[in-house]
């Protein structure tokens, strides 16, 4: 059915719990942020409103929560790099050094060591942020592939099954870009966009087992989002209830943030580890084959970024020798 363990997943995620509770932190802490702006900002509507009619009121109380709501998006915008670099690749560092069976320095704690290495292989928080960038634009190409070849076979309703299929492969890539980064760090790379792009290659040809695993994680995680989404329900409504004039309605979108912060900070790191399990079981032995190589530079401008990347701008030759993919 599936070749992950989620057994041992769940013991990785107890092991690194230090990044887990680092993860919950954050991901809870931008919720809440979400929740308290989204309050002040209808208080502060509602205060205005009082300059005017009961309509003008509900008016100014229902953007004024819009707009505290749009403020908390407008930094995590800007802040999203740093949220890859320090929390999510971090944690991919732990996880690879105990997935390889290897033990964490002594007298260092997980997070200062895996701040160490991430520093080590990705120097800047912006070069990270580009890398996995172009990494989900190339996984897209492969998928859109996938729906290319489904779209030319002679099934019923096959474009309505393309449409729901398009959503559940963009939702499963979101699980794969950064087990393409762990890579990078399995392999003690110094070239990170070579390490990617070799990691990709792999991928591709092993597509089918890769989308497979993501498939079933895809299911079980939004399953479990969507049961956590009703038990939060009644607690959201009541944070709602709270906030002044017309934001009544609001209950929904906060347990929708509450869902969110929990798949954020504990399942979707749990379907990362359970998908590193797979892909690097898959990939030993393997080298990258030149003809997928050539496809995603013949299908992914993204791709072909990533080789100019790699080589200083000289485009490199299909199954040529990755130079720093791996040391």
């Known amino acids: 059915m599936w070749d992950f363990q ?23 802490g ?10 002040v900002g209808a208080g502060v509507g509602w205060g205005i409103g009082g300059l005017g009619d009961e309509g003008f009121r509900a008016s100014s109380t229902l953007w004024g929560g819009f707009i505290g709501f749009g403020i908390v998006g407008v930094v995590l915008y800007w802040v999203r790099e740093y949220i890859l670099y320090i929390v999510k690749a971090g944690h991919i ?48 190409a492969i998928t859109g ?25 963009r939702v499963a890539v979101g699980f794969i870009d950064e087990v393409i980064l762990a890579y990078a760090i399995r ?51 009541l944070v709602a209830y709270l906030i ?32 590193m399990q797979v892909y690097f079981k898959t990939i030993e032995g393997q080298v990258p084959d030149p003809e997928w190589d050539a496809r995603l530079d013949q299908m992914s401008s993204k791709f072909r970024t990533l080789k100019e990347k790699a080589f200083g701008g000289a485009a490199q030759p299909p199954g040529h020798p990755v130079p720093g993919a791996a040391e």
Not at 100 to 118: C, F, K, M, T, Y
Not at 145 to 169: D, E, K, N, Y
Not at 187 to 195: L, V, Y
Request: with cysteine.
């Open 145 to 169: 592939l996938i729906r290319g070849i489904l779209s030319f076979l002679p099934i019923p309703g096959v474009q309505q099954l393309i449409t729901i299929l398009r959503a559940f492969l």
């Open 244 to 275: 002044p004039g017309a934001w009544g309605a609001g209950g929904i979108v906060f347990a929708l943030l509450f869902a969110w912060s929990v798949k954020a900070a504990l399942l979707e790191p749990f379907a990362i580890i359970c998908l």
């Open 30 to 39: 931008i919720a809440v942020a979400y929740i308290l702006m989204t309050g």
């Open 6 to 28: 989620i057994g041992r997943a769940l013991g990785l995620m107890l092991q690194t719990l230090p990044f887990v509770l680092l993860r919950m932190a954050v991901y809870f």
């Open 93 to 140: 560092a732990v996880l690879v050094e105990l997935l390889d069976g290897n033990e964490l320095p002594g007298g260092r704690s997980q997070i200062s060591h895996a701040q160490a290495v991430v520093k080590e292989r990705f120097a800047e928080a912006s070069v990270l942020f580009a890398i996995d960038q172009l990494i989900k634009g190339v996984l897209g």
């Open 187 to 237: 392999t003690r790379s110094t070239n990170p966009w070579a390490s990617a792009r070799t990691a990709l290659v792999l991928y591709g040809q092993n597509y089918k087992v890769m989308l497979k695993n993501a498939a079933w994680l895809a299911i079980i995680v939004y399953a479990l989002s969507f049961v956590i989404f009703l038990v939060m329900l009644a607690p959201a409504a």
